[in-house]
């Protein structure tokens, strides 16, 4: 017993601590989903509220969804958020057109004098990457890429099991390098023929149109009314072997492995994890074939895609257990 007396106050605390959950919120284009975590598992049943429009309002559908959880048992919120993060401050420096009017939120000041509690602000694929990089298999690699297609692509790079932010805050912005000279596609950044405006739900959809011009209605079922063509269409089209949607498909993949080899050439990782709302789309064998046939042979032989084991809570979990691992240890 005399022993215990041997710690100290704030070493018991912070043991007492680590033991509480802390809640991981994503926050998307579409809808923001909470829920409670611990030890990288969600342990509660998630919480979900469709994202409103606006600055304001999204700060008030973040309150209300932290009020619906216990607050008094949790160590803080942690919020993954598509755009650029500094995440000393908890603001938003940088957005897509994504999420119009976001850019310059001081989310984390904001949040924490409305709930009360320690807020983490952290860009969502740099979340979801944190996470992915923790699973089991992949504790102990040098270098995972976590590469998220949904409305936009995001990126997340964990070396030696620490997210790489670069020198201001926007690492992993893999969204946007150029995999095109064509002077074709307008991403929502701004920019001209980045990887997300050809590998994205919208890049793909820009792609189906394209490749549908001077196609018949007999030819393909994919031919609709201008501007009602969804991702869901092209791949359930492709699932019943409908020609055109299998080739936009084919297509979209060489789209994704563009950039995956860009990637390969620059960080030569031990994984690619893909994760985000798309991924369930993703032939892993055809995407892997197209990548390795791409790359530099010794650059080829390292190449390993996996598909999320987390899939749809990464970005919830990784925001969360930021608060839980800053909280225990703070960054220097
Ligand atoms: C965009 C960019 C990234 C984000 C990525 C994936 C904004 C608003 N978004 O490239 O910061 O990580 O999209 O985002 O600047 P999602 O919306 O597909 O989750
Ligand atoms: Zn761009």
Not at 42 to 49: A, L
Not at 155 to 176: D, K, M, T
Not at 245 to 258: D, G, L, P, Q, Y
């Amino acid at each position: 017993m005399s022993r215990a007396k041997s710690y100290d106050a704030a070493k018991i605390d912070t043991l007492a601590k680590s033991k509480l959950p802390a809640l991981g919120i994503d926050l998307g284009g579409t809808k923001i989903r909470a829920a409670a975590v611990r030890d990288y598992e969600v342990i509660t049943e998630p919480k979900q509220v469709p994202t409103p429009e606006g600055r304001e309002h999204i700060i008030e559908a973040l309150v209300d969804l932290v009020s619906e959880f216990k607050t008094d048992i949790l160590m803080g919120v942690g919020i993954a958020t598509a755009g650029i993060v500094n995440c000393d401050t908890g603001e938003i420096i940088g957005s897509t057109g994504n999420l119009p009017g976001w850019s310059g939120t001081p989310l984390k000041k904001v949040l924490e004098s409305k709930i009360l509690l320690p807020v983490h602000v952290e860009n969502d694929a740099n979340a979801a990457g944190y996470a992915e990089a923790r699973i089991e298999a992949l504790r102990k690699k040098r270098c995972v890429v976590t590469v998220t297609l949904g409305t936009g692509i995001g990126g997340g790079i964990v070396l030696h099991g620490r997210l790489f932010r670069g020198s201001n805050w926007a690492a992993g912005e893999v969204g946007h390098i150029k995999i095109a000279q064509d002077n074709k596609r307008l991403c929502t950044c701004g920019l001209i023929d980045c990887w997300e405006a050809y590998g994205s739900g919208r890049g793909l959809i820009m792609t189906a149109q394209e490749m549908l011009e001077g196609v018949t209605i007999d030819q393909s079922r994919l031919v609709k009314e201008p501007g009602t063509l969804t991702t869901y269409d092209v791949f359930s089209a492709a699932k019943e072997d409908d020609l055109m949607a299998k080739k936009i498909v084919e297509r979209w993949h060489e789209h994704i492995a563009h950039g995956l080899v860009n990637l390969a050439h620059v960080l030569n990782p031990d994984c690619f994890v893909i994760t985000g709302g798309l991924s369930e789309f993703v032939d892993f064998q055809l995407l892997h074939d197209m990548v390795a046939d791409r790359c530099l042979p010794r650059v080829a032989d390292a190449i390993e895609i996996r598909q999320s084991a987390i899939q749809g809570q990464a970005g919830i979990i990784g925001a969360a257990q930021f608060v839980i691992d800053e909280l225990l240890t703070p960054r220097s």
